[in-house]
């Protein structure tokens, strides 16, 4: 009887320890990838004989979390996966450390981005028919280089022109997990009142947004 309780406890102690390595795996990876990480991605990096079910791999995540509570960092879950990042209150904090500043965007751009968005599909010709002036092919180019739009289909209209829509890169850039995650459109009065949009923009590239300059 004494054999089989010390198997037990042995089993379970073994058990205990795999799963906090398995934890440590899981959290030095979200801390080191640059780029999300799903779950599969997770599991991908474990043996075949040692790989944990997803359902093991989210609990491990949502403990993370809970632990994190009290800390300068979190993990947040995006279109493409989960990461770690920055808490916002933490973030001035740390520009010391960053000195490469990150490149600042013109309220245009920021305006036809809000446009897509909210409104996809729209064409460019829509684009520019809301904001009243001509759209900068510059503008587009941007968008398109950050990998935050792209080309969904055509309108089926004279000349045809590209219907445009969001990309799960711009979802993670502003740490939104879906769509849905924006702001409800009715919360915006104007265009110009992108303040709940821009909001949405994850640490540690907050200060982005400061001193936009007009295109």
């Keep these: 009887m004494w054999y089989k309780q010390k198997l037990i406890h042995q089993y379970t102690s073994q058990y205990r320890m795999d799963n906090n390595f398995i934890k440590n795996i899981v959290e030095s990876a979200l801390l080191t990838a640059d780029e999300p990480l799903s779950l599969d991605k997770i599991s991908n990096l474990f043996r075949k004989q ?102 969904i289909g055509h309108k089926d209209v004279p000349g045809k022109p590209s219907l445009l829509g969001t990309t799960s890169d711009f979802l993670d850039y502003f740490n939104l997990k879906k769509l849905d995650d924006l702001p409800p459109l009715s919360d915006i009065k104007e265009i110009n009142d992108l303040d709940l949009f821009l909001d949405k923009i994850p640490t540690p590239q907050a200060d982005l947004l400061e001193d936009l300059s007009n295109d």
């Design 50 to 151: 040692d790989k944990p079910d997803k359902g093991t791999l989210k609990e491990i995540i949502n403990n993370l979390e809970h632990e994190y509570e009290d800390r300068g960092i979190e993990i947040k879950e995006v279109a493409t996966g989960f990461r770690i990042q920055v808490k916002k209150d933490i973030v001035d904090w740390l520009k010391p450390l960053w000195e490469e500043k990150p490149p600042r965007y013109s309220r245009a751009l920021l305006e036809t981005l809000a446009l897509i968005a909210y409104r996809q599909p729209i064409t460019r010709g829509e684009i520019e028919e809301v904001r009243g002036v001509a759209l900068s092919s510059s503008i587009i180019r941007t968008l398109f280089d950050r990998s935050w739009i792209k080309s």
